[in-house]
Every structure is written in C-alpha cells, then in structure tokens.
C-alpha cells in the first residue's frame, strides 16, 4: 500500500511540475500555500488533500478534472490501491 501511495504521489508530482508555469514561490503565493508545501508536492513528498487539490489546479488554470485524468492517465490502466484478492468473481 505505501509503494501505491509513493507512486501516486510521484504522479502527482510529475503533472503539477509539467503545467506550472511560474515560480514555485509565485504559483505557491496566487493560491494562499506555503511555497515549501508546493515544493514537497512537486517532490513527491506531500499527498494533497482534496481542498488543497482543487487551489492547486485552478492555480495552474485546469479543472480539478482534468489533473486528475492526466495524474490517471500517467499511473496507467493497472494502477489501484486495492489488493489482489485472487478471486475472479
């Protein structure tokens, strides 16, 4: 479960650091967060909580949704938090 939850966080990372545009200081000050929070998102570091989510998308000028899809299309068809229960039901 924590190898999902880094992975997630990674991914996370990885979409906010292609769209922002600006300093991390700057996107970070536009949205009322500190900028050391912004960075440990970016790092993979922090797992944002979904209030924090949606400032940091309108921040970037996306909907919340279309972060999600593209968080969802870079862990891929295969990503899950549920385990393998090993019953095709």
């Known amino acids: 479960m924590q190898e999902r939850k880094i992975e997630l ?10 769209h922002r545009n600006k300093s991390i200081t700057k996107s970070a000050d536009e949205i009322g967060m500190g900028k050391s929070i912004w960075a440990d998102l970016e790092n993979g570091i922090k797992d944002p909580q979904l209030s924090t989510f949606w400032r940091i998308a309108e921040g970037l000028d996306i909907s919340p949704s279309k ?10 068809d295969n990503f899950s938090f549920m385990e393998n229960t090993g019953s095709d039901i």
């Open 67 to 76: 972060l999600l899809h593209e968080i969802e299309l870079y862990l891929g």
């Open 9 to 18: 966080q990674h991914a996370i990372a990885s979409v906010i650091k292609n």
